[in-house]
């Protein structure tokens, strides 16, 4: 089945020791989002690419980088985790097209910050 | 004003129940509308995609859109135990624009 899938599902990390998340796809989409989703919140838009065009949104703090080697795959780069960070991260895909506009998630990957 | 509203529950019913589960928004930009099941500790999952106004149906599922109103709705009937889960709604505008944005979510249990 064509899916997105997230690697880890669960990460634990260190105060300020840089932590990489994974996201790859098999829909072919052109689109791949990073949320950030704290308890009981709504998922927060973190950054998307378009196919290679990365937009960030504004209230990213610059902690949280992303790189997309190819179409499959999305990292996210959290260089110098803090508690505040601790929160489930998901990815989700779309076709990023006009008469399309069904976004996908990932599993998503819980990160814990110690 | 948030742009996206919707009631953070919880919500209580008995199994067999009819649920109703609905969102506000403010931006008439909007064109697409999903619901979404989100299961603890688990990504969301799509539901219902709905563009512009109407309704539309799958199995247990009703999607309701009302652009006048800037209001849309989801029921479930005949509701069961395992439809306990956080329900997010989306939407996005018709434009080139790639955001969807999200309701913080309605929590729903649905006791035996």
């Known amino acids: 089945d064509a899916m997105v899938i997230q690697n880890p599902r669960y990460q634990v990390t260190q105060f300020g020791k840089p932590v990489t998340l994974s996201c790859s796809q098999t829909l072919n989409h052109n689109v791949m989002y990073w949320y950030q989703q704290k308890s009981s919140q709504a998922p927060k838009l973190l950054f998307h690419?378009?196919?290679?065009?990365?937009?960030n949104e504004a209230d990213t703090p610059d902690n949280f980088q992303s790189r997309r080697p190819n179409t499959s795959f999305c990292f996210l780069d959290i260089r110098s985790p803090g508690l505040g960070d601790a929160a489930m991260y998901l990815c989700a895909t779309s076709r990023g097209d006009s008469r399309y506009n069904e976004q996908f998630f990932g599993p998503g990957t819980r990160l814990t910050v110690l | 004003q948030k742009e996206v509203e919707q009631d953070p529950g919880p919500l209580s019913v008995p199994e067999g129940a009819i649920v109703s589960l609905n969102c506000t928004y403010s931006n008439s930009a909007f064109q697409y509308f999903m619901w979404y099941r989100q299961y603890s500790r688990k990504g969301p999952e799509l539901l219902m995609y709905t563009y512009s106004s109407g309704n539309k149906e799958d199995g247990r599922f009703t999607a309701q859109v009302d652009k006048s109103s800037k209001y849309i709705s989801l029921f479930i009937r005949d509701s069961q135990p395992s439809d306990s889960a956080t329900y997010l709604c989306a939407m996005k505008s018709g434009n080139y624009g790639q955001n969807f944005v999200f309701g913080p979510g309605t929590r729903l249990s649905v006791l035996p």
């Open positions: 690419y378009y196919d290679k065009d990365f937009n």
